[in-house]
């Protein structure tokens, strides 16, 4: 859901409902997800314990928050390279039509999300106080950091609309917020407990990052010097995903197709590298995130198979210049559906 309006989490909710009532999870599914739960938090703590010493013996931050509201935090290393998240969504999703679908809407629905539970993942604690969430927000793990990202993102999906602006898609919802720390093994308890559907707005740090100024580039030159091979590349998280919501029928995960297209300096500018465990400068010429055409541009979790990609388009129904496209290295179309932006 980068950038675009969380209207279709609505729609998706109701399919996630329905789907419920016709193919609820049998035993078990049930039993598998927990059991899931408990394989995921066993890897991601090894994981994160051994990212940290590692960050700790090189002088590497754990966690950054930049001006500009981004997050990224340091989940672990692949093939001795740094693996970070960041958050996507920076300037907002924009409730466009919302009221289409509340009370007296054009589409018939009367929906205000009264008596439902959404979930949200994101960079950060979400501020329970904020005036929007009337003690219908709790924050279902240990987090205690802040972000404003995830406040935001909250009050997109159920800000009760005591500023009329701000009202959210599912105003009178209730939700359970997590941060992205051990985010599988949580989602695979929750939707064991009866979730629904849950938004997950952020992704792997792919291809290039403008950090202050100066670039990154965060692929990896043994497999390729022109594009980080993570793009449209199935990954281990990618197939964890899937695992749970195959287990989980009536279960579906929204997820932010990411803001890379086009991402990158011109070719030849010089950047940072990975390189013999430190960032090192470089000026090989680089693709721009998508390459020439802008196509697979959606990376890792992004990519599963059983949940809901998204992806922005703007007014007129015509692609964006920031939302990532596909296709799957496998071939798969990506994103699943796109909304404005």
């Not at 609505?10 to 059991?35: C, D, K, M, V, Y």
């Not at 890379?260 to 995130?289: A, F, L």
């Amino acid at each position: 859901m980068n950038k675009v309006t969380l209207r279709i989490l609505s729609i998706t909710f109701i399919l996630a409902f329905q789907l419920s009532i016709l193919w609820g999870q049998t035993p078990e599914q049930r039993n598998a997800l927990r059991q899931l739960s408990v394989e995921f938090e066993a890897a991601y703590t090894q994981q994160r314990s051994e990212a940290i010493r590692k960050a700790d013996s090189l002088g590497m931050p754990v966690r950054q928050e930049f001006e500009d509201g981004t997050i990224i935090e340091l989940q672990g290393f692949k093939n001795g390279r740094p693996v970070y998240f960041t958050t996507h969504n920076l300037e907002g999703a924009q409730v466009i039509k919302s009221a289409d679908v509340w009370s007296g809407g054009e589409a018939g629905f009367s929906l205000s999300g009264q008596g439902q539970t959404l979930g949200m993942w994101d960079g950060g604690a979400t501020r329970l106080t904020h005036q929007e969430f009337t003690g219908r927000v709790i924050q279902a793990d240990d987090a205690v950091t802040i972000s404003d990202h995830a406040t935001h993102v909250a009050a997109t999906m159920v800000a009760a609309g005591t500023v009329a602006a701000a009202k959210g898609m599912s105003y009178q919802a209730n939700l359970d917020a997590y941060d992205w720390i051990n985010d599988e093994s949580q989602m695979a308890t929750a939707a064991a407990n009866g979730l629904n559907v849950s938004q997950h707005s952020y992704g792997n740090i792919t291809g290039w990052r403008d950090s202050d100024g100066d670039w990154y580039w965060y692929g990896d030159p043994s497999i390729s010097e022109t594009e980080d091979y993570w793009f449209g590349f199935y990954n281990q998280r990618a197939r964890n995903w899937d695992l749970i919501a195959n287990n989980a029928p009536h279960y579906l995960i929204v997820k932010s197709a990411g803001n890379d297209r086009g991402n990158g300096p011109e070719p030849g500018t010089g950047h940072y590298v990975w390189i013999d465990s430190s960032w090192q400068w470089s000026t090989t010429v680089r693709d721009k995130d998508g390459g020439a055409d802008g196509y697979d541009c959606i990376s890792t979790n992004g990519t599963a198979k059983n949940i809901m990609t998204l992806g922005a388009v703007t007014a007129a129904g015509a692609m964006s210049n920031f939302s990532s496209w596909g296709p799957t290295d496998d071939g798969r179309i990506k994103p699943d559906i796109v909304a404005k932006g």
